[in-house]
Nanobody, 126 residues
Framework: VQLQASGGGLVQAGVSLRLSCAAS????????MGWFRQAPGKEREFVAA????????SYADSVKGRFTISRDNSRNRVYLQMNSLKPEDTAVYYC????????????????????WGQGTLVTVSS
């Protein structure tokens, strides 16, 4: 599977942004998906995940209540709606696909060795 994230940009604190991840070469409808991010000089961290069916999601504490992950299996896409952005959200955001078929629970630890796409840069100014 190939994953291409898009939708990043330079925004001011407090605004919203929606990232999109388009999958190709394979359908993602039977696989959990997620987002990670890596800020300058910091380690990569888990942001959000969603099960193959879309019935369960998980979030990092730092984004809970502000970010929402969703998926459209008919379009082979996953989204990350980011509201109330903060300067500390500045990072390159990566889309990840799980390797396991229809895993019932998916989170950061399950996605670490998944399929990674190219990232999209989000810069939030204060």
């Amino acid at each position: 599977v190939q994953l291409q994230a898009s939708g990043g940009g330079l925004v001011q604190a407090g605004v919203s942004l929606r990232l999109s991840c388009a999958a190709s070469r394979r359908t993602i409808s039977n696989y959990g998906m997620g987002w990670f991010r890596q800020a300058p000089g910091k380690e990569r961290e888990f942001v959000a995940a969603i099960t193959w069916s879309g019935t369960a999601t998980s979030y990092a504490d730092s984004v809970k209540g502000r970010f929402t992950i969703s998926r459209d299996n008919s379009r082979n896409r996953v989204y990350l709606q980011m509201n109330s952005l903060k300067p500390e959200d500045t990072a390159v955001y990566y889309c990840v696909a799980d390797r396991q078929f229809r895993r019932p629970v998916v989170g950061g630890s399950q996605l670490t060795d998944g399929f990674w796409g190219q990232g999209t840069l989000v810069t939030v100014s204060s």
